[in-house]
C-alpha cells in the first residue's frame, strides 16, 4: 500500500524530512529553501475596511514581525520556534535528510522577516477567491512590493490574508489554510491562502491552547515555517508521505510532547504548534524549543503549559 | 472516475479531540496514484486529506484506520484490531472520456 500525499494532523509518520532537489527558478537557480526569510502579507480586498471583528490584521503583523528576532542570548523574548527552519538547506543532493556543514542553509535573519504589509482595499477580493485568483493576487503583490525578478522573490513568501467572511470553499471544513507557488514573469511566487482563521472556530484552533485568537499564529506559523522550508511544493523537504515541518506536528494537544503551546517573543504572546526537527534525538522528533544554532532543541515547551 | 482526472479525499474523525485517521493508502499506484495536493494545507483538526491522480484504467482500493482506543503506555495509539475502525472504499478508473 502506498500513502498518498497530504497530511494529518499529528499522524504519528516518524520518517524523516528529506530534500527533494529544488525548483529551477531562472536567474535565481535552484531554489529548494529560502535562505534569508522574508514575508510579506497582504490584507486583500475592500472587505477589510473596517471590518475586522476579531482584530486578525493587527494579530497577524505583531506574530509575524516578532519572529527570528534575537536580542541577548538566552533571553525570554528570543523567538526559540522558527530557529527550528534553519536545520534544512538547498544545493545539495536529492534525498539527503541532514545538511552537511556549508550547505547553504535556512539562515536566522538579523531582524524581522516581515518586510512589507498592504492593504489592497481599492476594490473587493472575490467572494470566495479560488486557487488561481490568489496566485494572481501574489504576483499583484510581487509588483506592488517591487519584486520584479526571480532573484527578488527566491526567498520571500506572500501571505495573502482574506477578510471575515471573505474564505476560499472549503475552509473551516477540510483545511485552514494553505501554501503553494506560481510561475510568473518575476520568476517563482510562494505564497500562502491565509483565510480568516478565526471564523472557522476551534476547527482551526480558537482556545487551542487558551485564547480565542490562537488559531491565527499557529496556522500562520505552520503555513510560515513550510513556505521557508518548502517554498515551491513539494520541491523542497518533506517526508515520504508528503509531510513538510509543520504537518507532522498540527494539532498537537497542549501539556504532550511537541504539544502547542505559547511562544513569548519581542512582540508579544502566540500560540504556535511545535515543528519537525530532522536532528532531534536518534529519530528526530516535533521540537518547541530549537534556539538558532540548535544546541539545546527540546521537545518540552519552556514557554507556556 | 476517467484517466487524467483528480479525486480528493477528506477523512474527518468523529471528534476534534479524538485520534485523527492515519494516513489514506492506495493498493495500486498504477491506477490510482498519489498526487500533489495542489497546494500543501493546514488541515482541519481532525481531518485527515489525500489527493489521487487517475493514472490507468483499473480498480484500486482506498483504505485508512483510526484508533479508538486509548493510547499505548508508550503513548501511541493502540493497534490492536479491536481498537482499530477501518475505512474503504474502490475506486474504478476508466480510460479517458473523449
Known sequence: MMPARGASGGSGTTAPLSYHGGASDGAAGIVGVETTPGVYVVFWGSQWTGHDPSGEAAYLHSFLSGLYQSGTAGAASNDNWSPATTQYCQGVASGISTCPSGSAFVTAPGASPLLGSWSDSGTAAPSHPSQSQLANEAIRAAAHFGNSTALKNASVQYVIATAHGNSSRGFGTQYCAWHSSTSSSYGQIAYTNLPYITDAGSSCGANFVGSSNDGISIVAGHEYAEAVTDPFPSTGWDNASGYEIGDLCAWINPGKAGGAFDLTISTGTFAVQSLWSNSFGSQGGCVDYYPVGGSGQSQTPVNGT | ?98
Open chain 2, 1 to 98: 472516475l476517467a484517466t487524467g482526472k483528480e479525486l480528493t479525499v477528506f477523512l474527518k474523525a468523529p471528534s476534534l479531540e479524538g485520534p485523527p485517521w492515519g494516513p489514506i493508502e492506495v493498493s495500486d499506484a498504477a491506477v490510482l496514484a498519489p498526487g500533489d495536493i495542489g497546494g500543501i494545507m493546514t488541515l482541519v483538526r481532525g481531518v485527515t486529506g489525500a489527493v489521487f491522480s487517475a493514472r490507468g484504467p483499473g480498480t484500486a482500493r482506498l483504505s485508512a484506520t483510526r484508533s479508538t482506543c486509548g493510547p499505548t503506555s508508550g503513548g501511541g495509539p493502540s493497534t490492536t484490531p479491536a481498537c482499530l475502525q477501518s475505512w474503504s472504499a474502490v475506486v474504478i478508473v476508466t480510460a479517458r472520456s473523449g
